[in-house]
């Protein structure tokens, strides 16, 4: 499932023609779009209809991909219509810089981008990109989904042009780079898709547990749940393995690798590694 949000409906239009996306009724405070595939919202401008949006859009959400998609003004080295990846995102509010996971291959260009309360008429930021809602919907969706599946997707309109630009230049840039993110997301949300799980219950919830007590990427987190897999093949007991590190509470993410490096190496013992009887 894709779940996407744009600022504007002309940055949206493209994505529900594309996606087969029909009105949900009786959502007054944003317009939003649904298909089996994807859901879309329609936040509005600024900083407060992003992160407004972004906790509509996501609350209550298990699995698949959430992103930011819509226009951004750039450097004159960009062109009008180049989708951007952006892989570090600013808050000019706070001056809180996030850093995206970028763990998917794609084609496009990577870039900063920073979120300021208007459009900008100048760059005033050492980042190539400037929007305004990239950091509000980033920080509101990861009280939500796990960052790994996080992600914000520009498309250059200008560059930084004091004149403004027309409506119908925003849809025509979004038309066109439309397609080739779809066909990007969706084949991310793949990756995601999961035959029934081995584990019961009480086991995935302690595996979430500990991938959260120990603050472990996306990365780590799969490496953990192939180990404790591997584990409960030999029919060895998952769950006492994962109790002491349900509790760990590390004060900074390189205490927690070093914790789950302990805790790999007691899930990964192989049969001939145990004690032989006398």
């Not at 050492?126 to 305004?132: E, F, K, N, T």
């Not at 779809?182 to 584990?199: M, R, Y």
């Not at 007691?266 to 004690?275: I, R, T, V």
Request: glycine share 6%; charged share 25%; proline share 4%.
């Amino acid at each position: 499932m894709l779940h996407l949000q744009t600022a504007l409906y002309l940055e949206a239009k493209p994505f529900i023609g594309l996606l087969g996306m029909k009105r949900v009724q009786g959502t007054k405070a944003f317009q939003i779009f649904e298909s089996p595939r994807a859901r879309l919202l329609v936040s509005g401008s600024g900083p407060a209809a992003a992160a407004a949006g972004a906790a509509m859009l996501l609350s209550g959400v298990e699995g698949g991909i959430a992103a930011n998609v819509g226009v951004a003004a750039a450097k004159k080295s960009y062109s009008r219509g180049e989708i951007v990846v952006v892989n570090a995102i600013e808050n000019t509010f706070t001056k809180r810089v996030s850093y995206p996971e970028m763990l998917y291959k794609h084609h496009f260009r990577e870039a900063g981008c920073a979120t300021f309360g208007k459009a900008q008429k100048s760059r005033i930021s050492g980042r190539d990109l400037a929007d305004m809602e990239a950091a509000f919907f980033w920080e509101t969706a990861c009280k939500f989904v796990e960052p790994s599946r996080i992600l914000c997707v520009k498309v250059v309109l200008d560059q930084f042009d004091p004149k403004g630009t027309v409506s119908s230049e925003m849809e025509k840039v979004m038309q066109t780079a439309s397609a080739p993110i779809i066909k990007w997301l969706d084949g991310i949300d793949g990756l995601h898709a999961s035959p029934t799980s081995i584990f019961t219950k009480e086991e995935e919830m302690a595996i979430e547990k500990v991938a959260d007590c120990l603050f472990l990427t996306f990365t780590l987190k799969k490496n953990l749940e192939s180990l404790c897999a591997k584990a409960k093949a030999r029919n060895e007991p998952i769950l006492a393995a994962l109790e002491e590190y349900q509790t760990f509470r590390p004060s900074v993410k390189t205490e927690g690798k070093v914790l789950y490096e302990n805790l790999r190496k007691l899930l990964d013992k192989q049969p001939d590694e145990k004690e032989q009887p006398e």
